[in-house]
């Protein structure tokens, strides 16, 4: 799963329990960029799928804590 992936799902209206959903069942790991952040948050991509995306790089999820 890509970033322009996500990108086209959040364009074509797919809400962000599918998305989010996705991104698990794939076990995508994103390594974004601060330009990537700005490009989806100006693609439509909704902040609680671009935190999803960026806890992917930290297995442990945030602050270090258990999911």
Do not use: C, W, Y
Not at 18 to 28: E, F, G, M, P, T
Not at 34 to 57: F, H, P, R, Y
């Amino acid at each position: 799963m890509s970033v322009a992936e996500i990108k086209a799902l959040a364009k074509g209206g797919i809400s962000d329990e599918v998305i989010l959903s996705q991104i698990r069942n794939n076990h995508a790991v994103f390594h974004l960029t601060t330009v990537e952040i700005i490009d989806l948050k100006t693609s439509g991509v909704s902040e609680q799928v671009i935190d999803s995306m960026i806890n992917t790089a930290n297995p442990r999820g945030v602050a270090g804590q258990s999911k």
